[in-house]
């Protein structure tokens, strides 16, 4: 595999750039190895500047649920592009998004777009606080929320990577008053909420997907419904991920389970830059203009933003979904069983399009169990796949996730790919 031009433009990048990319994973640090640079991507494939094509299982670490450049958001795009890209005014499309999300997760009575993931979580939280007057939050370790100061606690996969569970930068006050308990620890969310009345909400992802894949075990998020609403607590569920990738109304329509507040982003923006936070009218009233609690973006809405999420929500039905499902489950199935058949331990958590192969007997229920997974065997496998033309996420703690676009054929190759690197 040439790549010369990668190569080249990384050593360059590293004297402009910090670490030469625009956020830490990209740059290969836990499987080591030089990422290869981006030229192109269409359909299930992307396409680097020395020329090579991969299967893609990173699909921007999920917003691509279509592929790459689906024809339908690219020309709906261009087609909006000419009547200019940012007003800081409001328009009428982002009332068609808000009530596109709406259908989608019936639990959001109002929802306001912001620019990403992180503003999503940290302004919800703000929210939370508001409301209830109460300090504390409480997230789960290996959950990660965005880079918000009091949400870098055991944040999962890039703090992990880098081996930096707690960031430097910031102080400690700043995380005072943010809880960490274990994922799927039922019983120690029980007794935490009934010894402190100072808290304002539980976040979680209700699939979590920055620790590797991790599902919620029975009654989990049931459980944190009951003992939330119980305590006087709000339910924040992060579904910035699991949002328009499980179901089209995500984890909650999936589980069932009504939360009070919901964060989303990543598919959302159909490759754009978005992030989006809503729930209950009561609760989402104490939003400035009309309440107390300031939260404000010059690119909130962005209508080409806006413009690639509606022709993104239009796609998704729930055909898509069951094939992704089945493709899915099958792929996953018989990486398993090739890794069982060279004897090399593997466990596969799944939902529906994301999933993880931890490098461990497993099984894999937090972020404990997570971090026993072989993450050199991982390194090993990534760059196995790398060389064959198939792009895994950098790390053993990352979802990998595939599109509408991937084909019964697409996912055939990788695994007669795996076939080879495993026996090795
Ligand atoms: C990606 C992610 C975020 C942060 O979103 P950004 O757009 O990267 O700021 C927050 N929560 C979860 C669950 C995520 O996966």
Request: charged share 20%.
């Amino acid at each position: 595999m040439q790549n010369k031009k990668s190569e080249k433009l990384f050593n360059e990048a590293k004297a402009h750039i910090p670490g030469g990319v625009n956020s830490p994973v990209r740059a290969y640090k836990s499987v080591g190895g030089i990422p290869p640079f981006i030229a192109s991507a269409k359909g299930s494939r992307i396409r680097d500047v020395d020329g090579n094509d991969y299967i893609d299982f990173v699909c921007s670490w999920g917003p691509m649920i279509l592929g790459h450049s689906p024809k339908d958001v690219l020309n709906a795009v261009t087609k909006r592009l000419g009547r200019g890209t940012s007003y800081g005014a409001p328009t009428g499309e982002e009332v068609l998004l808000a009530k596109e999300i709406k259908k989608a997760f019936p639990a959001m009575e109002l929802v306001r777009l912001v620019s990403s993931g992180t503003e999503a979580t940290m302004s919800a939280i703000r929210v939370a606080r508001g409301y209830t007057g109460k300090k504390k939050i409480v997230k789960f370790e290996g959950c990660y929320h965005g880079h918000s100061d009091y949400l870098l606690v055991k944040a999962g996969s890039g703090a992990l990577t880098l081996n930096l569970p707690d960031s430097a930068g910031v102080p400690e006050e700043f995380v005072r008053y943010t809880l960490v308990l274990p994922y799927n620890d039922l019983p120690a969310v029980e007794a935490l909420l009934k010894s402190d009345n100072d808290i304002a909400a539980v976040i979680v992802e209700p699939v979590a997907g920055n620790m590797g894949v991790v599902l919620p075990g029975n009654g989990f998020l049931e459980g944190l419904r009951r003992i939330t609403k119980e305590a006087g607590v709000l339910l924040i569920f992060d579904e910035v991920i699991t949002g328009f990738r499980l179901s089209k109304g995500g984890a909650q329509s999936v589980f069932k389970i009504k939360p009070d507040l919901i964060c989303l982003g990543k598919i959302l923006g159909g490759g754009f830059p978005i992030g989006a936070f809503g729930g209950k009218k009561e609760i989402m009233s104490i939003l400035a203009p009309d309440g107390p609690v300031y939260q404000a973006g010059t690119l909130s809405g962005n209508p080409i933003a806006v413009t690639a999420g509606l022709a993104t929500l239009k796609a998704l039905k729930s055909p898509l979904y069951k094939r992704l499902d089945r493709l899915a489950r099958r792929f996953t199935d018989e990486i398993v069983s090739l890794a069982r058949a060279a004897g090399i331990p593997m466990t596969v958590n799944r939902a529906g399009s994301m999933f993880t192969f931890f490098f461990t007997n497993g099984p894999v229920r937090n972020f404990a169990e997570a971090k026993r997974s072989d993450a050199q065997m991982y390194a090993r496998f990534f760059h196995g796949l790398l060389e064959r033309g198939v792009m895994f996420p950098p790390s053993q703690f990352e979802a990998c996730f595939i599109s509408s676009a991937h084909t019964e054929n697409d996912l055939d190759k990788v695994i007669q790919v795996c076939k080879k690197i495993l026996k090795k």
